[in-house]
Nanobody, 119 residues
């Protein structure tokens, strides 16, 4: 079994910063991609950022403000969020493409962490 545990959400003022973390644990053979999505009430979940190998991709709305990174030794992905705006208020979910030790590959989701940007 594989679990993803997120941390780092909270309340921040506009212009502020937060760093989200997502640690994967369990029967992991390899983590082939790691990403962050977000979802507002009544809306579809949208991709925020993804990292795979040495490549990263970002939603246009967060380019230049958010940075995704990973620590392979800790099976952890991070999302550094700077210059936060009220419209960044969402529940943020991590999503990893993981091959288990039985060599079954699938995506796994974290439990979600609330980010609220408000004065």
């Amino acid at each position: 079994q594989v679990q993803l545990v997120e941390s780092g959400g909270g309340l921040v003022q506009p212009g502020g910063s937060l760093r989200l973390s997502c640690a994967a644990s369990g029967s992991i053979f390899s983590i082939n991609a790691m990403g962050w999505y977000r979802q507002a009430p009544g809306k579809q979940r949208e991709l925020v950022a993804i990292i795979s190998g040495g490549s990263t991709n970002y939603a246009d709305s967060v380019k230049g403000r958010f940075t995704i990174s990973r620590d392979n030794a800790k099976n952890t992905v991070y999302l550094q969020m700077n210059s936060l705006k009220p419209e960044d208020t969402n529940v943020y979910y991590c999503n990893d493409l993981i091959a288990t030790i039985s060599l079954q590959e699938r995506t796994y989701w974290g439990q979600g962490t609330q980010v609220t940007v408000s004065s």
